[in-house]
T-cell receptor, first 114, second 111 residues
């Protein structure tokens, strides 16, 4: 069974630009969560989508947005990039009905903002 | 104050040692506690999952939760070089999928 895939793996942008990251969950998984990982703050929850609806949202500004498609694939968008947005962005998928915590993470997209 | 505090290390131990990793938290509503292992350039993988207080054992790994002290631990027995990774604790208050993670502890097991 293929794992969670994320594209692209690496991205370099400049301040003020916008970026779109993509996540394909494990087949059959309908919940997709996004996290930002930085050395100082660790993993911080961005949002979770389930059946094309945002179900939970973390404490990030409105520049961070996402969506989920009918095939459960998800995209995350960051507009007006700032230097502090440089991070590893991880997505995780889970199957509804499985115990909490059984999230499967992708390898992440490393975003560098210059 | 952060919701979850974790000593970042780094921690370096000889092969075969017992490793103790810890997290403290401030939100008494947390009920679900998890430990993830993250190798370099990989996403985190779930190691242990416990609900409420108590111990859980899986092979060389033991997870402990003390809700009265708001303290969780992960013990690794007979540590191996392949255990060298960053260990992340995570916790959640509800059945929703919003998790709060520690910053991770970097562990190196020296052969």
């Amino acid at each position: 069974k293929a794992g969670v895939t994320q594209t692209p793996r690496y991205l370099i942008k400049t301040r003020g630009q916008q970026v779109t990251l993509s996540c394909s969950p494990i087949s059959g998984h309908r919940s997709v969560s996004w996290y930002q990982q930085t050395p100082g703050q660790g993993l911080q929850f961005l949002f979770e989508y389930f059946s094309e609806t945002q179900r939970n949202k973390g404490n990030f500004p409105g520049r961070f947005s996402g969506r989920q498609f009918s095939n459960s694939r998800s995209e995350m968008n960051v507009s007006t990039l700032e230097l502090g947005d440089s991070a590893l962005y991880l997505c995780a998928s889970s199957f509804p009905g499985q115990g909490l915590g059984e999230q499967f993470f992708g390898p992440g997209t490393r975003l560098t903002v210059l | 104050q952060k919701e979850v505090e974790q000593d970042p290390g780094p921690l370096s131990v000889p092969e075969g040692a017992i490793v103790s990793l810890n997290c403290t938290y401030s939100n008494s509503a947390f009920q679900y506690f998890m430990w993830y292992r993250q190798y370099s350039r990989k996403g985190p993988e779930l190691l242990m999952y416990t609900y409420s207080s108590g111990n859980k054992e899986d092979g060389r790994f033991t997870a402990q939760v003390d809700k009265s002290s708001k303290y969780i631990s992960l013990f690794i027995r007979d540590s191996q070089p392949s255990d060298s990774a960053t260990y992340l604790c995570a916790m959640s208050a509800s059945s929703g999928n919003q998790f709060y993670f520690g910053t991770g502890t970097s562990l190196t097991v020296i052969p």
